[in-house]
Each structure stands twice: as C-alpha cells, then as structure tokens.
C-alpha cells in the first residue's frame, strides 16, 4: 500500500517517520488502524444514543399519565438529547437516576455506552 503524506501529499517509503519534502511527522500504520476503529465505535454510539433516546420517549409517555413524574422524566430526556447533539457526555449520576426514575432499559443502555 503506497502512502502519502497527509500535510503535502508527498509519496513517502514503507519506513520514514518524517515527510522529506515538508518535514511533517508520518503517522504509522497502527494508528491509522486505530482511528478507523474510533471511528467505526463513533457509528455505533449513535446507534446506541438513538435507541436511548427511543426508550428515554417512552418512559417519558408512561409517566404521563401521574403528572409528579413528568416533571423529571421531560428535563432529563432533553439534558440527554442536549448532551448527545452537542457530544458532551454524562455523568454516571444521571445514567443512574435514568435508569431508576425514567426508563431502565435506557438507563442499562447509557451505562453500556462508551462516552
């Protein structure tokens, strides 16, 4: 497999470490590896994250009918939309409380996630 330098598209050999044309560091075979990997995990997340939200919905439709609960099952489905839009992640407190107050399977699914 030929490679080529990520800075200045240089044809670089199997064994260099740097580009000989603009002297940017090469990154080796394992790392690339690595982050295809990051990146396939990424893809899976937000498969995770969509089924979470799909049950976080339903907990929040169960509860619906006792008025009490909607007032925490509603601000913490949205915290966890927010979080999950912007990619921040979220404590092993709220996966906690999710799943004891809004939906367990959700609740199971947050703590399985990789953030």
Do not use: H, R
Request: glycine share 6%; proline share 3%.
């Amino acid at each position: 497999m030929q490679m080529y330098c990520t800075n200045c598209g240089q044809k670089l050999n199997e064994n260099d470490k740097f580009c000989t044309n603009c002297g940017a560091k090469i990154l080796n075979y394992t790392n690339v590896n690595s982050n295809y990997n990051q990146n396939s995990n990424v893809q899976t997340d937000k498969g995770l994250s969509t089924i979470i939200k799909v049950f976080l919905i339903i907990g929040c439709i169960a509860s619906g009918t006792l008025l009490i609960p909607l007032i925490w099952t509603i601000p913490m489905t949205v915290t966890y939309f927010n979080a999950s839009k912007n990619g921040t992640p979220v404590s092993l407190g709220f996966k906690i409380c999710t799943l004891i107050f809004v939906s367990q399977i959700a609740g199971i699914l947050m703590l399985l996630e990789n953030n």
